[in-house]
Protein backbone atom coordinates (compact mmCIF):
# COMPACT_ATOMS: atom_id res chain seq x y z
CA UNK A 1 0.00 0.00 0.00
CA UNK A 2 0.97 3.33 -0.79
CA UNK A 3 0.56 6.34 1.52
CA UNK A 4 1.85 8.87 -1.30
CA UNK A 5 -0.98 9.46 -4.87
CA UNK A 6 0.73 11.29 -7.57
CA UNK A 7 -1.58 11.09 -10.59
CA UNK A 8 -0.51 11.95 -13.87
CA UNK A 9 -2.24 15.52 -14.74
CA UNK A 10 -2.19 16.44 -18.27
CA UNK A 11 -3.20 20.88 -18.42
CA UNK A 12 -6.33 21.00 -20.76
CA UNK A 13 -6.32 22.75 -23.30
CA UNK A 14 -8.10 26.26 -21.74
CA UNK A 15 -5.26 25.97 -19.70
CA UNK A 16 -2.86 25.98 -22.22
CA UNK A 17 -4.80 28.70 -23.74
CA UNK A 18 -4.79 31.02 -20.98
CA UNK A 19 -1.05 30.62 -20.39
CA UNK A 20 -0.44 32.28 -23.74
CA UNK A 21 -2.32 35.57 -22.51
CA UNK A 22 -0.54 35.61 -19.15
CA UNK A 23 2.70 34.86 -20.79
CA UNK A 24 1.90 38.09 -23.12
CA UNK A 25 0.81 40.23 -19.94
CA UNK A 26 3.80 39.67 -18.03
CA UNK A 27 5.97 40.49 -21.09
CA UNK A 28 4.65 44.27 -21.86
CA UNK A 29 3.96 44.49 -17.86
CA UNK A 30 7.05 43.72 -16.68
CA UNK A 31 9.67 44.42 -19.37
CA UNK A 32 11.19 47.11 -17.31
CA UNK A 33 12.07 44.59 -14.40
CA UNK A 34 15.87 43.66 -13.91
CA UNK A 35 16.85 39.97 -13.00
CA UNK A 36 17.76 40.93 -9.68
CA UNK A 37 14.35 41.96 -9.19
CA UNK A 38 12.65 38.98 -10.68
CA UNK A 39 14.84 37.11 -8.66
CA UNK A 40 12.73 38.50 -5.37
CA UNK A 41 9.83 36.19 -7.18
CA UNK A 42 7.01 36.53 -4.77
CA UNK A 43 8.34 38.69 -2.21
CA UNK A 44 8.27 41.62 -4.93
CA UNK A 45 5.82 43.48 -3.08
CA UNK A 46 3.17 45.89 -5.68
CA UNK A 47 -0.26 46.31 -5.39
CA UNK A 48 -0.34 48.32 -8.56
CA UNK A 49 0.74 45.51 -10.02
CA UNK A 50 -2.01 43.04 -7.99
CA UNK A 51 -4.70 45.24 -9.22
CA UNK A 52 -4.01 44.97 -12.70
CA UNK A 53 -3.77 41.31 -12.32
CA UNK A 54 -7.27 41.52 -10.94
CA UNK A 55 -8.46 43.13 -13.64
CA UNK A 56 -7.32 40.24 -15.66
CA UNK A 57 -9.67 38.05 -13.42
CA UNK A 58 -6.51 36.22 -12.33
CA UNK A 59 -7.15 36.63 -8.80
CA UNK A 60 -9.30 34.17 -6.84
CA UNK A 61 -9.70 32.47 -10.38
CA UNK A 62 -11.10 29.37 -8.93
CA UNK A 63 -13.59 30.81 -6.16
CA UNK A 64 -17.53 31.62 -6.47
CA UNK A 65 -18.48 34.28 -8.85
CA UNK A 66 -21.02 35.85 -5.81
CA UNK A 67 -17.42 36.60 -3.74
CA UNK A 68 -15.72 37.92 -6.44
CA UNK A 69 -14.21 35.15 -7.89
CA UNK A 70 -13.94 33.70 -11.72
CA UNK A 71 -15.37 29.72 -11.58
CA UNK A 72 -12.09 28.46 -13.29
CA UNK A 73 -10.32 25.48 -12.47
CA UNK A 74 -7.20 24.65 -10.12
CA UNK A 75 -5.29 24.40 -13.31
CA UNK A 76 -5.90 27.29 -14.42
CA UNK A 77 -4.79 28.87 -11.64
CA UNK A 78 -1.34 26.47 -11.41
CA UNK A 79 -0.81 27.94 -14.59
CA UNK A 80 -0.69 31.52 -13.94
CA UNK A 81 1.12 30.73 -11.04
CA UNK A 82 4.27 29.29 -12.57
CA UNK A 83 3.97 32.07 -15.26
CA UNK A 84 4.18 34.49 -13.25
CA UNK A 85 7.02 32.64 -11.00
CA UNK A 86 9.23 32.16 -13.71
CA UNK A 87 8.63 35.62 -15.05
CA UNK A 88 9.80 37.07 -11.44
CA UNK A 89 6.17 38.62 -10.97
CA UNK A 90 5.64 41.11 -8.21
CA UNK A 91 2.96 39.02 -6.67
CA UNK A 92 3.39 39.83 -3.07
CA UNK A 93 0.66 41.87 -2.23
CA UNK A 94 -2.21 39.14 -3.07
CA UNK A 95 -0.33 36.16 -3.46
CA UNK A 96 -0.61 35.34 1.24
CA UNK A 97 -4.50 36.24 0.45
CA UNK A 98 -4.75 34.59 -3.04
CA UNK A 99 -3.25 31.46 -1.74
CA UNK A 100 -4.40 30.81 1.87
CA UNK A 101 -6.38 33.43 3.50
CA UNK A 102 -9.39 33.40 0.94
CA UNK A 103 -9.25 29.64 0.70
CA UNK A 104 -9.65 29.30 4.41
CA UNK A 105 -12.55 31.84 4.42
CA UNK A 106 -14.10 29.98 1.70
CA UNK A 107 -14.14 26.49 3.77
CA UNK A 108 -13.91 27.97 7.22
CA UNK A 109 -15.78 31.55 7.60
CA UNK A 110 -19.38 32.92 7.55
CA UNK A 111 -20.99 33.64 4.86
CA UNK A 112 -20.46 37.71 6.09
CA UNK A 113 -17.01 37.29 6.37
CA UNK A 114 -16.75 35.66 2.85
CA UNK A 115 -18.55 38.96 1.34
CA UNK A 116 -16.95 41.16 3.28
CA UNK A 117 -13.55 40.47 2.45
CA UNK A 118 -13.47 37.84 -0.66
CA UNK A 119 -14.31 40.14 -3.42
CA UNK A 120 -11.60 42.65 -1.91
CA UNK A 121 -8.85 40.15 -2.05
CA UNK A 122 -10.23 39.10 -5.54
CA UNK A 123 -9.25 42.61 -6.91
CA UNK A 124 -6.37 42.68 -5.67
CA UNK A 125 -7.29 45.48 -2.87
CA UNK A 126 -6.58 43.58 0.10
CA UNK A 127 -3.40 42.07 1.39
CA UNK A 128 -3.08 39.74 4.25
CA UNK A 129 -0.51 38.21 6.65
CA UNK A 130 -0.40 34.87 8.40
CA UNK A 131 0.02 35.12 12.26
CA UNK A 132 0.79 31.35 13.83
CA UNK A 133 4.29 31.34 14.45
CA UNK A 134 5.29 32.94 17.96
CA UNK A 135 8.56 33.98 19.97
CA UNK A 136 8.70 30.21 21.49
CA UNK A 137 6.18 28.33 18.84
CA UNK A 138 7.58 27.79 15.26
CA UNK A 139 7.57 24.26 14.59
CA UNK A 140 5.90 22.98 17.53
CA UNK A 141 2.71 25.11 17.20
CA UNK A 142 0.58 23.33 19.43
CA UNK A 143 2.59 25.27 22.12
CA UNK A 144 2.11 28.39 21.07
CA UNK A 145 0.36 30.35 24.17
CA UNK A 146 -0.67 34.24 22.99
CA UNK A 147 -3.48 34.51 24.65
CA UNK A 148 -7.67 35.02 23.07
CA UNK A 149 -10.01 35.86 26.26
CA UNK A 150 -13.98 36.09 25.97
CA UNK A 151 -14.87 39.49 26.92
CA UNK A 152 -18.36 41.00 27.41
CA UNK A 153 -18.72 42.28 23.83
CA UNK A 154 -16.13 40.10 21.71
CA UNK A 155 -12.41 38.90 22.19
CA UNK A 156 -9.22 40.25 23.75
CA UNK A 157 -5.87 39.22 22.60
CA UNK A 158 -2.45 39.59 23.97
CA UNK A 159 0.98 38.24 23.21
CA UNK A 160 3.34 38.05 19.88
CA UNK A 161 3.60 36.74 16.32
CA UNK A 162 6.94 36.47 14.55
CA UNK A 163 8.18 36.16 10.90
CA UNK A 164 4.84 37.50 10.16
CA UNK A 165 5.24 37.94 6.18
CA UNK A 166 3.94 41.24 4.75
CA UNK A 167 2.41 42.80 8.08
CA UNK A 168 3.68 45.99 7.85
CA UNK A 169 1.52 46.18 4.80
CA UNK A 170 -1.39 43.81 5.53
CA UNK A 171 -4.50 45.15 5.90
CA UNK A 172 -5.80 41.56 7.50
CA UNK A 173 -4.07 38.87 9.20
CA UNK A 174 -5.55 35.59 9.92
CA UNK A 175 -4.28 34.81 13.41
CA UNK A 176 -3.90 31.24 15.50
CA UNK A 177 -4.20 32.69 19.52
CA UNK A 178 -5.00 30.39 22.52
CA UNK A 179 -8.82 30.22 23.48
CA UNK A 180 -8.65 27.76 26.36
CA UNK A 181 -5.86 25.36 27.67
CA UNK A 182 -6.08 21.38 28.19
CA UNK A 183 -2.70 19.70 29.11
CA UNK A 184 -4.43 16.49 27.63
CA UNK A 185 -4.61 17.80 24.53
CA UNK A 186 -2.25 20.76 22.81
CA UNK A 187 -3.67 20.71 19.91
CA UNK A 188 -7.57 21.94 21.18
CA UNK A 189 -8.03 24.90 22.78
CA UNK A 190 -7.00 27.05 19.35
CA UNK A 191 -8.87 29.30 17.01
CA UNK A 192 -8.47 31.23 14.18
CA UNK A 193 -9.17 34.90 13.90
CA UNK A 194 -9.80 37.80 11.10
CA UNK A 195 -7.61 40.91 12.90
CA UNK A 196 -8.73 44.10 11.32
CA UNK A 197 -4.81 45.25 11.08
CA UNK A 198 -5.63 48.64 11.97
CA UNK A 199 -7.21 47.90 15.54
CA UNK A 200 -5.65 49.74 18.17
CA UNK A 201 -2.98 48.00 19.97
CA UNK A 202 -1.59 46.19 17.30
CA UNK A 203 2.45 46.89 16.90
CA UNK A 204 4.39 45.49 13.69
CA UNK A 205 8.40 45.56 14.36
CA UNK A 206 10.03 44.75 11.46
CA UNK A 207 12.64 41.99 11.19
CA UNK A 208 15.71 42.47 8.50
CA UNK A 209 16.53 39.08 6.85
CA UNK A 210 20.11 37.91 5.35
CA UNK A 211 19.88 39.66 2.22
CA UNK A 212 18.80 42.82 3.89
CA UNK A 213 15.23 43.20 3.24
CA UNK A 214 12.16 44.43 5.36
CA UNK A 215 9.62 41.56 4.51
CA UNK A 216 8.75 39.90 7.77
CA UNK A 217 7.67 40.94 11.22
CA UNK A 218 7.18 40.85 15.37
CA UNK A 219 3.90 41.74 15.71
CA UNK A 220 2.83 42.40 19.40
CA UNK A 221 -0.76 42.58 20.69
CA UNK A 222 -1.88 44.66 23.60
CA UNK A 223 -5.69 44.07 25.11
CA UNK A 224 -6.57 44.03 21.16
CA UNK A 225 -10.50 44.26 20.87
CA UNK A 226 -12.01 42.03 18.54
CA UNK A 227 -15.91 41.39 17.84
CA UNK A 228 -17.63 38.24 18.44
CA UNK A 229 -17.92 38.16 14.37
CA UNK A 230 -14.15 38.01 13.74
CA UNK A 231 -13.99 34.45 14.93
CA UNK A 232 -13.28 31.92 12.13
CA UNK A 233 -15.09 28.72 12.22
CA UNK A 234 -15.21 27.09 15.52
CA UNK A 235 -14.07 28.05 18.96
CA UNK A 236 -11.29 25.21 19.63
CA UNK A 237 -11.00 23.92 16.09
CA UNK A 238 -8.58 26.19 14.96
CA UNK A 239 -5.71 23.22 14.60
CA UNK A 240 -7.74 21.36 12.04
CA UNK A 241 -8.15 24.44 10.43
CA UNK A 242 -4.91 25.26 9.94
CA UNK A 243 -4.14 21.82 9.07
CA UNK A 244 -6.01 21.98 6.12
CA UNK A 245 -3.94 25.62 4.77
CA UNK A 246 -0.82 24.38 5.03
CA UNK A 247 -1.79 22.06 2.01
CA UNK A 248 -2.72 24.72 -0.04
CA UNK A 249 0.95 26.66 1.78
CA UNK A 250 3.05 23.61 1.05
CA UNK A 251 1.69 22.15 -2.91
CA UNK A 252 2.24 25.02 -5.44
CA UNK A 253 4.81 25.52 -8.06
CA UNK A 254 6.67 28.44 -5.43
CA UNK A 255 7.88 25.41 -3.79
CA UNK A 256 10.28 25.14 -6.75
CA UNK A 257 10.66 27.76 -8.76
CA UNK A 258 11.77 30.48 -6.39
CA UNK A 259 15.51 30.43 -7.79
CA UNK A 260 14.30 30.00 -11.21
CA UNK A 261 15.98 33.00 -12.34
CA UNK A 262 19.61 31.55 -11.84
CA UNK A 263 18.79 28.63 -13.86
CA UNK A 264 17.70 30.94 -16.38
CA UNK A 265 20.44 32.73 -16.53
CA UNK A 266 23.11 29.90 -16.15
CA UNK A 267 21.09 28.69 -19.27
CA UNK A 268 21.47 32.00 -21.02
CA UNK A 269 25.08 31.94 -19.72
CA UNK A 270 26.17 28.30 -21.41
CA UNK A 271 24.40 29.07 -24.29
CA UNK A 272 27.14 31.95 -24.85
CA UNK A 273 29.83 29.69 -23.56
CA UNK A 274 28.57 26.12 -24.21
CA UNK A 275 30.50 23.33 -22.74
CA UNK A 276 30.03 19.19 -21.90
CA UNK A 277 30.04 19.74 -18.02
CA UNK A 278 27.11 22.63 -18.29
CA UNK A 279 25.19 20.32 -20.32
CA UNK A 280 25.31 17.31 -18.07
CA UNK A 281 24.15 19.31 -15.73
CA UNK A 282 21.53 21.94 -17.14
CA UNK A 283 20.28 18.11 -18.43
CA UNK A 284 19.96 16.88 -14.91
CA UNK A 285 18.49 19.92 -13.01
CA UNK A 286 15.91 20.03 -15.98
CA UNK A 287 14.96 16.78 -15.53
CA UNK A 288 14.52 17.25 -11.77
CA UNK A 289 12.63 20.60 -12.64
CA UNK A 290 10.43 17.74 -14.88
CA UNK A 291 9.63 15.61 -12.44
CA UNK A 292 8.76 18.12 -9.21
CA UNK A 293 6.39 20.27 -11.53
CA UNK A 294 4.60 17.13 -12.56
CA UNK A 295 4.15 15.80 -8.74
CA UNK A 296 2.94 19.57 -7.70
CA UNK A 297 0.38 19.90 -10.24
CA UNK A 298 -0.44 16.19 -9.63
CA UNK A 299 -1.57 17.86 -6.08
CA UNK A 300 -3.51 20.80 -8.05
CA UNK A 301 -5.57 18.29 -9.63
CA UNK A 302 -6.24 16.65 -6.73
CA UNK A 303 -7.43 20.28 -4.94
CA UNK A 304 -9.49 20.75 -8.03
CA UNK A 305 -11.09 17.48 -7.26
CA UNK A 306 -11.88 18.47 -3.85
CA UNK A 307 -9.28 16.17 -2.30
CA UNK A 308 -6.77 16.96 0.38
CA UNK A 309 -3.30 16.65 -0.38
CA UNK A 310 -1.67 17.86 2.37
CA UNK A 311 0.40 14.68 2.90
CA UNK A 312 2.03 14.52 -0.87
CA UNK A 313 2.50 18.37 -0.23
CA UNK A 314 4.85 17.85 2.14
CA UNK A 315 6.88 15.90 -0.29
CA UNK A 316 6.58 18.48 -3.16
CA UNK A 317 8.12 21.17 -0.13
CA UNK A 318 10.74 19.03 0.69
CA UNK A 319 12.32 17.79 -2.44
CA UNK A 320 11.17 21.20 -4.07
CA UNK A 321 12.84 23.93 -1.56
CA UNK A 322 16.07 20.81 -1.59
CA UNK A 323 15.79 21.69 -5.47
CA UNK A 324 16.02 25.45 -5.49
CA UNK A 325 18.35 25.40 -2.58
CA UNK A 326 21.31 23.53 -4.19
CA UNK A 327 20.78 25.66 -7.62
CA UNK A 328 22.82 28.97 -6.30
CA UNK A 329 25.56 26.23 -5.64
CA UNK A 330 25.58 24.05 -9.22
CA UNK A 331 25.14 27.44 -11.32
CA UNK A 332 28.51 28.88 -9.03
CA UNK A 333 30.55 25.34 -9.67
CA UNK A 334 29.33 25.89 -13.31
CA UNK A 335 30.81 29.35 -14.48
CA UNK A 336 33.52 31.42 -13.37
CA UNK A 337 32.23 34.04 -11.42
CA UNK A 338 31.81 35.16 -7.84
CA UNK A 339 28.83 36.64 -6.02
CA UNK A 340 28.67 40.12 -5.84
CA UNK A 341 25.85 42.77 -4.84
CA UNK A 342 27.98 45.40 -6.43
CA UNK A 343 29.10 44.36 -9.51
CA UNK A 344 26.85 45.28 -11.90
CA UNK A 345 26.47 42.08 -13.53
CA UNK A 346 23.03 40.46 -13.34
CA UNK A 347 24.62 36.87 -12.55
CA UNK A 348 26.74 37.97 -9.48
CA UNK A 349 23.65 40.20 -8.59
CA UNK A 350 21.16 37.20 -8.62
CA UNK A 351 23.50 34.73 -7.43
CA UNK A 352 24.68 36.85 -4.45
CA UNK A 353 20.84 37.43 -3.41
CA UNK A 354 20.04 34.04 -3.47
CA UNK A 355 22.92 32.54 -1.93
CA UNK A 356 21.97 34.49 0.93
CA UNK A 357 18.10 33.73 0.47
CA UNK A 358 17.75 29.96 0.09
CA UNK A 359 18.50 28.92 3.66
CA UNK A 360 15.58 30.00 4.45
CA UNK A 361 13.27 28.12 1.59
CA UNK A 362 13.40 24.88 4.15
CA UNK A 363 12.45 26.98 7.28
CA UNK A 364 9.21 29.08 5.60
CA UNK A 365 5.59 26.83 5.59
CA UNK A 366 7.60 24.28 7.88
CA UNK A 367 10.92 23.19 8.07
CA UNK A 368 13.06 19.82 6.46
CA UNK A 369 12.77 18.06 9.64
CA UNK A 370 8.78 18.73 10.53
CA UNK A 371 7.94 17.76 6.97
CA UNK A 372 10.23 14.75 7.18
CA UNK A 373 8.27 13.54 10.24
CA UNK A 374 5.06 13.85 8.82
CA UNK A 375 6.17 12.11 5.73
CA UNK A 376 7.50 9.23 7.87
CA UNK A 377 4.22 9.20 9.72
CA UNK A 378 2.64 8.78 6.20
CA UNK A 379 4.57 5.70 5.45
CA UNK A 380 3.79 4.53 9.20
CA UNK A 381 7.17 4.62 10.38
CA UNK A 382 6.34 6.54 13.29
C1 LIG B 1 11.00 33.70 5.07
C2 LIG B 1 10.09 33.24 6.18
C3 LIG B 1 8.77 33.68 6.20
C4 LIG B 1 7.92 33.27 7.23
N1 LIG B 1 6.64 33.77 7.24
C5 LIG B 1 5.83 33.40 8.25
C6 LIG B 1 4.49 33.95 8.31
O1 LIG B 1 4.09 34.73 7.47
N2 LIG B 1 3.71 33.59 9.35
C7 LIG B 1 4.13 32.73 10.33
O2 LIG B 1 3.34 32.43 11.21
N3 LIG B 1 5.39 32.20 10.30
C8 LIG B 1 6.24 32.53 9.29
N4 LIG B 1 7.50 32.03 9.24
C9 LIG B 1 7.96 31.20 10.37
C10 LIG B 1 8.18 29.72 10.04
O3 LIG B 1 6.95 29.07 9.88
C11 LIG B 1 9.02 29.16 11.18
O4 LIG B 1 10.32 29.74 11.06
C12 LIG B 1 9.13 27.67 11.13
O5 LIG B 1 7.90 27.06 11.41
C13 LIG B 1 10.19 27.16 12.14
O6 LIG B 1 9.94 27.66 13.42
P1 LIG B 1 11.11 28.36 14.28
O7 LIG B 1 11.72 29.42 13.42
O8 LIG B 1 10.56 28.74 15.60
O9 LIG B 1 12.23 27.25 14.45
P2 LIG B 1 12.23 26.06 15.51
O10 LIG B 1 10.88 25.42 15.55
O11 LIG B 1 12.82 26.55 16.78
O12 LIG B 1 13.24 25.05 14.82
C14 LIG B 1 14.65 25.23 14.86
C15 LIG B 1 15.29 24.01 14.22
O13 LIG B 1 14.99 22.83 15.02
C16 LIG B 1 14.37 21.85 14.21
N5 LIG B 1 13.33 21.14 14.96
C17 LIG B 1 12.34 21.70 15.69
N6 LIG B 1 11.56 20.75 16.22
C18 LIG B 1 12.05 19.57 15.80
C19 LIG B 1 11.64 18.20 15.98
N7 LIG B 1 10.57 17.88 16.72
N8 LIG B 1 12.37 17.24 15.39
C20 LIG B 1 13.47 17.54 14.64
N9 LIG B 1 13.90 18.82 14.43
C21 LIG B 1 13.20 19.81 14.99
C22 LIG B 1 13.77 22.60 13.04
O14 LIG B 1 13.59 21.78 11.90
C23 LIG B 1 14.77 23.70 12.82
O15 LIG B 1 15.83 23.24 12.02
C24 LIG B 1 8.39 32.41 8.24
C25 LIG B 1 9.72 31.96 8.22
C26 LIG B 1 10.55 32.37 7.20
C27 LIG B 1 11.98 31.88 7.21
Known amino acids: MSA ?3 DICRLPPEAEALRQKVWAFFEEELSHMTPLQRAD ?3 GFDRDFSRKMAAKGWIGLTWPERYGGHE ?9 LEEALVAGAPVSAHWIAERQSGPLLLNFGSEEQCHKILPGIAKGELVFCIGMSEPDSGSDLASLRSPAKRSDDGWLLNGAKVWTTNAHEADYMIGLFRTSTDPDNRRGGLSQFLID ?9 PIVDLPGREHFNEVVFE ?34 LSSIQILLALVDELKANPSERGTIAVGELMARLATLRAMSLSLASMLEKGQ ?8 VKDLGTGFEQTLPDIAQSLIDL ?19 AVPSFSLRGGTREILRGI ?4 LGLR
Not at 72 to 80: D, F
Not at 236 to 242: A, P, S
Not at 338 to 356: A, K, T, W
Open 4 to 6: FRF
Open 41 to 43: SWD
Open 72 to 80: RTALERYVV
Open 197 to 205: MKTPGITVN
Open 223 to 256: DVHLSHDCLIGTEGEGWDQVTAELAYERSGPERY
Open 308 to 315: NPSLEATV
Open 338 to 356: EPDPDSGSDMQMVLSFLIQ
Open 375 to 378: IARG
